[in-house]
């Protein structure tokens, strides 16, 4: 029974070890810590940036601060609002390349378990995600040393990446259902649709009193990005989101393993 894991999980990696598409989810994500630098800049240097050109009053407006604590919070929200875009389209990628590429029915023909083989793609998702998380948040923590900016701390420090891999958590819970939505529409374009609206309204729900029990808004309403962050989610969010992690697998499984009716 391991050996059809081991080997659908063996071949996943392999696909994966040329693919140049896992550097351009690093270079995606790794413009966020960049971005955020160049704005704190802004901040604080608002004389030397009116001279180039760029715009530190608009800046000034946003409510940056140039301090370690509002650095850390904003990264924040780059990792678990970008993340959740980014994994989206990871698990696309890593799901819909077999339409895209035609390999489908030569993956559905093989002597391991579809049930498997599905795992294994999310299991190979889930390394991608936390290596490309690890690496953004690293990568962070450099750049605001770099900066210089004031208030840092080893609490600022570990908050930061805490929350951040919490988010990235709650992202990963989430993205079961972009898997069964590749595997339903048969390739890329319906999961990142599906991606776009599901941001769109999670922010919308984020704003009113469901926002803890829909999927979607609650790494908005965890980070702060439709209003100031909470401290914790309550036990009935944590419950929302294993069940749409266990209905997306199970969904997923379910529309691979009966694929030949659909071809």
């Known amino acids: 029974m391991m050996n059809g894991f081991s080997t659908a ?42 001279q180039l050109g760029l715009l530190g009053t608009k800046a000034n407006l946003s409510g940056l601060t140039a301090t370690w604590p509002s650095y850390a919070s904003f990264l924040t929200l780059v990792i678990g609002m970008g993340g959740m875009l980014v994994l989206s389209f990871i698990v696309a990628y890593i799901f819909g390349r077999e339409y895209a590429e035609g390999t489908e029915k030569n993956l559905l ?19 991608w995600w936390v290596v490309l998380v690890l690496a953004v948040v690293t990568e962070g923590l450099i750049v605001g040393l770099a900066l210089g900016l004031p208030g840092f701390s080893a609490g600022i420090a570990m908050g930061l990446v805490g929350n951040s ?6 992202a990963f819970l989430l993205v079961p259902v972009v898997g069964w939505i590749t595997t339903l529409g048969r390739g890329y374009m319906p999961p990142l649709a599906f991606a776009l609206a599901a941001l769109a309204l999670g922010n919308v729900f984020g704003k009113t009193g469901w926002a803890e029990w829909f999927p979607w808004s609650i790494i908005p309403l965890l980070i702060g990005a439709v209003g100031q962050p909470v401290a914790g989610l309550p036990a009935g969010s944590y419950l929302v989101l294993a069940a749409t992690f266990a209905a997306g697998v199970a969904a997923t499984i379910a529309q691979v393993r009966w694929a030949d009716n659909a071809q």
Not at 109 to 127: E, G, N, T, Y
Request: aromatic share 10%.
């Open 9 to 50: 999980l063996s071949t996943e990696f392999l696909k994966l070890r040329r693919s140049k598409v896992t550097w351009g989810t690093f270079a995606a994500l790794s413009m966020g810590p960049l971005a955020l630098a160049l704005f704190m800049w802004i901040v604080r240097e608002p004389g030397r940036a009116a």
């Open 109 to 127: 023909a093989l002597p391991v378990a579809r049930h498997w083989i599905v795992v294994a793609k999310f299991v190979v998702a889930a390394v």
């Open 165 to 170: 891999l919490l988010a990235a958590g709650i």
